[in-house]
C-alpha cells in the first residue's frame, strides 16, 4: 500500500415522502439481511408504490433483498413504536444496518413518512419525485408498518445508486489478514482506486488490478492494530472522480450496536402559535453531561439557534466524518486550514445550496456567540469534531483543534 493524500466521499442521506399500507414481517437487527440477489417477493402495497415510483422512470428502480428487509425492519419498528424518524433508539441509524448488511453503494437516500390512509399516489409522489432529480438510484427498498384505529401507516424508503457490483467482503475480518476485494464497475466508470483508512486514521491507496471490461481486485490488508477500517472505492466518469462503494470492517473487536444516542431528527417545521400567546420562558441550558466535545458545541450551538426562535440543525453523519478528517489534517499541518474538508465535500458531491467551514484553534470549546455564522436562519445541517492537539510552538500545549461544517440544502 502506499501513502496518499485521497479523495474520500460520503453518502448522502436525504428527503423522499410516500404513502401506503400493510407490511412483511420486521426481521432482527443483525447481519441476516439476506444477500442483496436473493429473491425478494412484494406485498400488494409495496408493489404499488414500487409501480408509482417507475411510472414515468426509463431506467426503473429494482427492489434489492438487503435494502427491502431494512425498510420493513424500520417501518414495523416506527408502527410499533409510533414515531415517524429515520433513526430508531432500538435498530439505530439506516447508516448503521447499511452497513451491517454489508450494503456498500456510497450514494443512498432515504425517507420516512406516517399517512393515516391510502391516497392517490401518483398526486403524492410528485414531490418526491422531484426530490430524485439528478439522482440516477437503481435499487429499492419499501417498507410499509400499520398500527391504530383507525390505522395509519408507516412508510420507510432506502434508494440507493448501485455504481459498481461487488463480491461478499469481510466486515469482521482477522487482524493481519489480507483481504481481496473484487467487483465490476458500471459502465462509463474507469480507473478504480482503493482508499482505506486504518483505525490510527492514517489513510493509504491498496493495489488495484483492473481489466478492460470494467472488473478489478484489490488487495486490503487489516494489518494495522484493532479498531475500525474504512474502505472508500473510487472510480472516474466523465466529470472527476466519484467514491462508488463505502465498506466498514471491524477488526479485533466486536460490531458495535446501534448507537445509544442516535442522530437528532430534523427539527420539524413550526407550529402557528395561538393567539396572545404568553410570554416563552428562557429555554434551559442543555444537559452536557456525558457529551464528547463535539457533542457539547452541537448542543450548545442548538440552544442558542432555538433562543434565537431558528430551526435547530440537524447532524449530519457526512460531515461529522468530513470535520474530523480536517481536524486530523491541521494537526499534522500544524496550521488551520479548511482546504481538506471543502476537497472532502466537492468530492463527495454532497447535494446542498451552500456551505461553510468554521475553524478555530483554542484551550477550551467555544461558545456559540464567538462563532457568528451558526446563527445564520439558512443552514440545515452541521457537522463538527474536536481534537486536542500535543504541544505545538505556534499555539501552545494541548489546545483544542476544532472544525465545524454548517450545510443549507
Same mark, same amino acid.
Given at each position: 500500500?502506499?501513502?496518499?493524500?485521497?479523495?474520500?466521499?460520503?453518502?448522502?442521506?436525504?428527503?423522499?415522502?410516500?404513502?401506503?399500507?400493510?407490511?412483511?414481517? /420486521?426481521?432482527?437487527?443483525?447481519?441476516?439481511?439476506?444477500?442483496?440477489?436473493?429473491?425478494?417477493?412484494?406485498?400488494?402495497?409495496?408493489? /404499488?408504490?414500487?409501480?408509482?415510483?417507475?411510472?414515468?422512470?426509463?431506467?426503473?428502480?429494482?427492489?434489492?433483498?438487503?435494502?427491502?428487509?431494512?425498510?420493513?425492519?424500520?417501518?414495523?419498528?416506527? /408502527?410499533?413504536?409510533?414515531?415517524?424518524?429515520?433513526?430508531?433508539?432500538?435498530?439505530?441509524?439506516?447508516?448503521?444496518? !447499511?452497513?451491517?448488511?454489508?450494503?456498500?453503494?456510497?450514494?443512498?437516500?432515504?425517507?420516512?413518512?406516517?399517512?393515516?390512509?391510502?391516497?392517490?399516489?401518483?398526486?403524492?409522489?410528485?414531490?418526491?419525485?422531484?426530490?430524485?432529480?439528478?439522482?440516477?438510484?437503481?435499487?429499492?427498498?419499501?417498507?410499509?408498518?400499520?398500527?391504530?384505529?383507525?390505522?395509519?401507516?408507516?412508510?420507510?424508503?432506502?434508494?440507493?445508486?448501485?455504481?459498481? &457490483? !461487488?463480491?461478499?467482503?469481510?466486515?469482521?475480518?482477522?487482524?493481519?489478514?489480507?483481504? &481481496?476485494?473484487?467487483?465490476?464497475?458500471?459502465?462509463?466508470?474507469?480507473?478504480?482506486?482503493?482508499?482505506?483508512? &486504518?483505525?490510527?486514521?492514517?489513510?493509504?491507496?491498496?493495489?488495484?488490478?483492473?481489466?478492460?471490461?470494467?472488473?478489478?481486485?484489490?488487495?486490503?490488508?487489516?494489518?494495522?492494530?484493532?479498531?475500525?477500517?474504512?474502505?472508500?472505492?473510487?472510480?472516474?466518469?466523465?466529470?472527476?472522480? !466519484?467514491?462508488?462503494?463505502?465498506?466498514?470492517?471491524?477488526?479485533?473487536?466486536?460490531?458495535?450496536?446501534?448507537?445509544?444516542?442516535?442522530?437528532?431528527?430534523?427539527?420539524?417545521?413550526?407550529?402557528?402559535?395561538?393567539?396572545?400567546?404568553?410570554?416563552?420562558?428562557?429555554?434551559?441550558?442543555?444537559?452536557?453531561?456525558?457529551?464528547?466535545?463535539?457533542?457539547? !458545541?452541537?448542543?450548545?450551538?442548538?440552544?442558542?439557534?432555538?433562543?434565537?426562535?431558528?430551526?435547530?440543525?440537524?447532524?449530519?453523519?457526512?460531515?461529522?466524518?468530513?470535520?474530523?478528517?480536517?481536524?486530523?489534517?491541521?494537526?499534522?499541518?500544524?496550521?488551520?486550514?479548511?482546504?481538506?474538508?471543502?476537497?472532502?465535500?466537492?468530492?463527495?458531491?454532497?447535494?446542498?445550496?451552500?456551505?461553510?467551514?468554521?475553524?478555530?484553534?483554542?484551550?477550551?470549546?467555544?461558545?456559540?456567540?464567538?462563532?457568528?455564522?451558526?446563527?445564520?436562519?439558512?443552514?440545515?445541517?452541521?457537522?463538527?469534531?474536536?481534537?486536542?492537539? /500535543?504541544?505545538?510552538a505556534k499555539h501552545g500545549k494541548g489546545k483544542l483543534w476544532g472544525t465545524v461544517i454548517l450545510m443549507a440544502r
Amino acid at each position: 500500500m502506499k501513502n496518499l493524500h485521497p479523495i474520500l466521499a460520503s453518502s448522502l442521506a436525504i428527503l423522499l415522502a410516500l404513502c401506503m399500507s400493510g407490511s412483511i414481517p /420486521a426481521l432482527p437487527v443483525a447481519e441476516h439481511y439476506g444477500a442483496p440477489e436473493a429473491p425478494c417477493p412484494l406485498s400488494d402495497d409495496e408493489r /404499488a408504490v414500487l409501480e408509482a415510483l417507475n411510472a414515468n422512470r426509463r431506467a426503473k428502480l429494482a427492489p434489492q433483498s438487503s435494502l427491502m428487509a431494512i425498510a420493513r425492519e424500520h417501518a414495523q419498528d416506527m /408502527a410499533e413504536a409510533g414515531y415517524v424518524n429515520p433513526v430508531s433508539k432500538k435498530l439505530g441509524t439506516l447508516e448503521y444496518r !447499511l452497513a451491517r448488511s454489508g450494503v456498500s453503494a456510497a450514494a443512498v437516500r432515504y425517507a420516512v413518512l406516517k399517512v393515516g390512509q391510502v391516497v392517490d399516489l401518483t398526486a403524492e409522489l410528485k414531490a418526491t419525485l422531484a426530490g430524485l432529480q439528478g439522482f440516477d438510484a437503481t435499487h429499492v427498498g419499501i417498507g410499509v408498518g400499520k398500527a391504530g384505529a383507525p390505522p395509519a401507516s408507516f412508510i420507510a424508503f432506502i434508494a440507493v445508486q448501485q455504481r459498481a &457490483t !461487488l463480491a461478499p467482503f469481510p466486515i469482521r475480518p482477522r487482524e493481519g489478514q489480507m483481504c &481481496t476485494l473484487k467487483g465490476r464497475l458500471a459502465d462509463g466508470l474507469t480507473t478504480p482506486k482503493l482508499i482505506v483508512a &486504518t483505525p490510527k486514521g492514517d489513510l493509504a491507496e491498496a493495489n488495484v488490478v483492473a481489466q478492460d471490461d470494467g472488473s478489478f481486485q484489490a488487495t486490503a490488508p487489516f494489518d494495522q492494530g484493532p479498531g475500525r477500517y474504512e474502505l472508500r472505492l473510487i472510480a472516474h466518469d466523465r466529470t472527476g472522480p !466519484l467514491v462508488t462503494d463505502h465498506v466498514i470492517s471491524y477488526v479485533g473487536v466486536p460490531y458495535p450496536d446501534p448507537p445509544a444516542e442516535p442522530t437528532p431528527p430534523r427539527a420539524p417545521a413550526p407550529i402557528a402559535k395561538p393567539p396572545m400567546p404568553a410570554k416563552a420562558a428562557k429555554p434551559a441550558k442543555p444537559d452536557l453531561t456525558g457529551l464528547s466535545p463535539a457533542q457539547q !458545541l452541537i448542543a450548545s450551538i442548538n440552544a442558542a439557534r432555538q433562543e434565537k426562535g431558528l430551526r435547530e440543525l440537524a447532524v449530519n453523519d457526512d460531515l461529522m466524518r468530513i470535520a474530523g478528517q480536517n481536524c486530523t489534517h491541521m494537526i499534522r499541518a500544524d496550521r488551520p486550514a479548511d482546504e481538506w474538508a471543502n476537497g472532502l465535500i466537492k468530492a463527495s458531491r454532497i447535494k446542498c445550496q451552500s456551505h461553510q467551514v468554521i475553524l478555530f484553534v483554542s484551550p477550551t470549546v467555544p461558545e456559540p456567540a464567538r462563532l457568528e455564522a451558526v446563527l445564520k436562519p439558512a443552514y440545515t445541517d452541521i457537522g463538527a469534531a474536536i481534537v486536542r492537539g /500535543a504541544d505545538s510552538a505556534k499555539h501552545g500545549k494541548g489546545k483544542l483543534w476544532g472544525t465545524v461544517i454548517l450545510m443549507a440544502r
